[in-house]
């Protein structure tokens, strides 16, 4: 079986191969795979790069959390991860594959893709300060109110809450 043709299953194996890759504590944060990281991108056949979720799914529509520098130092963030662009208003739309996400603040917006397998979201960033990035987080939502685990320090400072389909 050619598992390059069957989407849900190569959503599986990329899944599992970036959850190889995840890092520690550090500059890079946890949850970030990318070039200092081994297997890298690169070693993952090239047609799975492009797959998305293409269906809604319970992460689909649009979120917001806002959170102090105090907030966000004490949900873990390394020293070098101190700057205003990383606290402050969040803003991100999901819709079947896409996300865009805004900053109250000098970092702007960033925008990609993202494939949903089970309660793991693998997010690859294509527009924005990161652009090339490759996050593996774990999420839930119960009552319009989205939790991740994982990733950036700021993607898990506190909990998401949905403001629209």
Do not use: Q
């Not at 890079?28 to 070039?35: Q, V």
Request: net charge negative; glycine share 12%.
């Amino acid at each position: 079986m050619d598992v390059r043709r069957t989407p849900c299953l190569m959503a599986v194996v990329m899944a599992a191969i970036l959850s190889l890759s995840l890092t520690g504590c550090g500059s890079r944060g946890a949850g970030k795979a990318g070039p200092a990281e081994s297997p890298k991108l690169a070693t993952i056949p090239s047609t799975t790069t492009t797959t998305k979720t293409t269906v809604v799914t319970a992460l689909d529509g649009t979120w917001e959390v806002s959170y102090s520098r105090e907030d966000f130092l004490a949900a873990g963030a390394d020293p070098s991860e101190d700057n205003p662009a990383n606290y402050g208003h969040f803003t991100w739309t999901f819709n079947r594959g896409d996300f865009e996400g805004t900053a109250s603040v000098a970092s702007g917006s960033a925008s990609g893709t993202y494939v949903v397998v089970g309660d793991t979201l693998i997010v690859t960033e294509t527009g924005g300060c990161c652009a090339g990035e490759v996050w593996t987080v774990h999420w839930s939502v119960y009552r319009d109110t989205l939790t991740l685990t994982g990733g950036p320090t700021g993607w898990h400072v506190k909990p998401w809450r949905r403001v629209g389909p």
